[in-house]
Nanobody, 126 residues
Framework: QVQLVESGGGLVQTGGSLRLSCTAS????????VGWYRQGPGNTRDLVAE???????NYADSVKGRFTISRDNTDNTVYLQMNNLKAEDTGVYYC????????????????????WGQGTQVTVSS
């Protein structure tokens, strides 16, 4: 019923920048909090940044001052601007959203607190 699609990953040198996008599509009614997560090789999926409905943001200590999360509610998109990238930022980046969507033409709806995208690879080379 709803899809989350990440894009914007790639290969970048240390100190470079990337901008990730997470776009939701489908029979959306609302998107609440959205988070970006990073999973390094063999590692767990850790929270990098999250943003609430009113735009309040929180960051992992390792990315504070370098990453900025923002959202465009008109396009159902959340961005992660990543500057001054380091090798340890390498990993697959996933977005997770708390969202509500229609399940029928008669007003039925469902809330998914943990809707995940498929991920986008970020590789930072030295």
């Amino acid at each position: 019923q709803v899809q989350l699609v990440e894009s914007g990953g790639g290969l970048v040198q240390t100190g470079g920048s990337l901008r990730l996008s997470c776009t939701a599509s489908g029979r959306l009614l609302s998107i609440n909090a959205v988070g970006w997560y990073r999973q390094g090789p063999g590692n767990t999926r850790d929270l990098v940044a999250e943003i609430t409905t009113d735009g309040s943001a929180n960051y992992a200590d390792s990315v504070k001052g370098r990453f900025t999360i923002s959202r465009d509610n008109t396009d159902n998109t959340v961005y992660l601007q990543m500057n001054n990238l380091k090798a340890e930022d390498t990993g697959v980046y996933y977005c997770k959203a708390d969202l509500t969507y229609e399940t029928s033409d008669w007003g039925d709806k469902m809330r998914d607190f943990n809707a995940w995208g498929q991920g986008t690879q970020v590789t930072v080379s030295s």
